[in-house]
């Protein structure tokens, strides 16, 4: 069983709708929480860290952790073209010590 | 400031042949990451350098790969010989992690040696 599963899409919305990234998680112990945008031949950028259960909002952006559920997602409001790239989930915790494990990415395209 | 930076950007060798990626991390971050992406599937980590020590190479697949990182400034990679499955992205990162806490602060990438062994 992967440690974090992620669906691939690819997702298609038209430009200004509410896109919803999902991450699912296997390991409880995961306590940080990061999304990362990746465009295309480029390395993947943070977008989002947090720590533990809740939200955390900046921007167009908001970032949701259910700890309970071991479910994150990433939400983007009024999405735009410039959005349109793979998301990536990576969570980390102390007792996995130096290692940080990543979602497969989800490919979204904005459409204007 | 400058972010991470990683060379060549692409790598085309054949099956049997040597290559050496290259990494600078972020200037001051003790804490030096290689992780590997093969298609389809997710980023995975290689090893973790604090400074110049190897702190975990669990994640390096045999010993054809050898990592070093000179002085704790810029980090190497080395695949030697090269086999077919090795081909991938490369992706180094770093962080400014306090000492023994690496978990807890988050990657920063270079964009990547896209690596083809033919």
């Known amino acids: 069983q992967k440690e974090v599963e992620q669906d691939p899409g690819p997702l298609s919305v038209p430009e200004g709708a509410i896109v919803s990234l999902n991450c699912t998680y296997s390991n409880s112990a995961f306590q940080y929480f990061m999304w990362y945008r990746q465009y295309s031949r480029k390395g993947p950028e943070l977008l989002m860290y947090t720590y533990s259960s809740g939200n955390k909002e900046d921007g167009r952006f908001t970032a949701q952790v259910d700890k309970s559920s071991k479910y994150i997602s990433l939400f983007i409001r009024d999405s735009q073209p410039s959005d349109s790239a793979t998301y990536l989930c990576?969570?980390?915790?102390?007792?996995?010590?130096?290692?940080?494990?990543f979602g497969t990415g989800t490919s979204l395209t904005v459409i204007p | 400031e400058a972010g991470v930076t990683q060379f060549p950007s692409h790598s085309v060798i054949e099956k049997g042949q040597t290559v050496t990626l290259r990494c600078d991390p972020i200037?001051?971050?003790?804490?030096l990451y290689w992780y590997r992406r093969v298609m389809g599937k997710e980023i995975k980590f290689l090893l973790h350098f604090v400074k110049e020590s190897k702190q975990d190479e669990s994640g390096m697949p045999n010993n054809r790969f050898l990592a070093e990182r000179t002085g704790g400034t810029y980090s190497t990679l080395k695949v030697q010989p090269a086999e077919l499955e090795d081909s991938g992205v490369y992706f180094c990162a770093s962080s400014q992690a306090k000492t023994g806490r690496s978990y807890n602060s988050p990657l920063h990438f270079g964009n990547g040696t896209r690596l083809t062994v033919t």
């Open positions: 200037s001051g971050h003790d804490n």
């Open positions: 990576a969570m980390s915790a102390r007792n996995t010590g130096n290692q940080f494990y």
